[in-house]
């Protein structure tokens, strides 16, 4: 297949990266292979389910690779199955983390920026059960953090002021799930501005709040460091930004008109989601969802 696809020029880097990763921890390591085999056992062994801290993590990350690597090639006739695999494992380790640790009156084990992102991949993908799911979550998980933490505390974790505020106001909406969720900064402009307008049927009102959202994704679109951490380290989010694609997606369901945005950041993947097949669901992220039901019959997915 020639491919036809034009990407962000910002992207270029992270496609690299995908490849020194596919290199390092596939090719030579089978990492993915590892990290299946690790699952498989664990769920056979009886009790309560446990694997490792990284393994879920790991799992959907080699698949995510693998979609930004297909996705990079034009190769989009084998997308699907890597792209739906790597959303739904990132879920249910959301999930998981999410259903065990709400029950702990001082747990909160859920990290600020990334979580939310792994919490928005079923709406950007139309999986509206899950999506509905880990939107609930992620606003309990929100709403916890408010009563554990002091202002000062949430200021640079669940109440600073960027993608999590947005997708919890996104979600909120989108879902008419209520929430008393309030950031400790104001939300930034570019997201507070697309937050207020995401039902618009201006087109011109739409490409520029979502033209300015992705000009502020690229700006934290960056590795981080061990005095910063940014929104979007993950190459899937950089790849396929969520927050803004979950955006077209609801738009789509909700019968709005399908705007372009003008911007490859948006545009280009969106071309492929919202085109995207359906596949069958992995078998071992079958097994994990049953798996927690059977844990915890209170478990959502």
């Known amino acids: 297949m020639v491919n036809t696809l034009v990407w962000h020029l910002s992207l270029k880097k992270t496609f690299r990266g995908c490849e020194q990763w596919w290199e390092s921890s596939m ?3 089978d990492k993915l292979g590892t990290e299946l085999a690790r699952l498989e056992k664990d769920l056979q062994q009886e009790g309560r389910f446990r694997t490792d801290a990284s393994t ?38 959301f999930l998981k ?5 709400l029950p ?37 998980v929100a ?24 997708l919890i106001g996104l979600l909120s909406d989108a879902y008419s799930l209520p929430t008393h969720y309030q950031s400790v900064e104001p939300m930034v402009e570019p997201l ?41 380290e993950k190459s899937i989010d950089r790849v396929y930004p969520g927050e803004l694609l979950a955006i077209q997606a609801l738009r789509r369901r909700d019968g709005l008109p399908e705007f372009d945005t003008g911007h490859l950041l948006v545009d280009t993947p969106w071309s492929i989601i919202r085109h995207l097949p359906e596949c ?19 478990f959502q997915s």
């Open 56 to 93: 879920i993590y790991l799992i959907a990350q080699a698949y995510a690779i693998q979609a930004c690597l297909l996705s990079a090639a034009g190769e989009i006739e084998r997308l699907a199955q890597p792209l739906r695999w790597s959303v739904a494992f990132r879920a249910l380790d």
């Open 104 to 140: 702990i009156a001082d747990a909160q084990p859920l990290t600020s920026l990334w979580s939310s992102m792994a919490a928005v991949g079923p709406t950007m993908v139309s999986d509206w059960g899950r999506g509905r799911s880990c939107a609930s979550y992620l606003i309990e």
């Open 97 to 101: 983390t999410a259903s065990r640790s």
């Open 192 to 232: 507070a501005r697309l937050l207020a307008v995401w039902r618009t049927l201006d087109g011109d009102e739409f490409r520029q709040a979502m033209s300015e959202a992705a000009e502020y994704h690229i700006s934290r679109s960056k590795d981080g460091t061990d005095r910063n951490k940014y929104e979007f």
């Open 280 to 298: 069958e669901q992995h078998p071992l992220a079958e097994a994990l969802e049953q798996r927690l039901r059977l844990d915890d019959h209170a």
């Open 143 to 166: 709403h916890k953090d408010m009563r554990l933490h002091v202002p000062e505390t949430r200021r640079t974790g669940w109440g600073k002021g960027t993608s999590d505020a947005f």
């Open 27 to 29: 090719v030579q390591r």
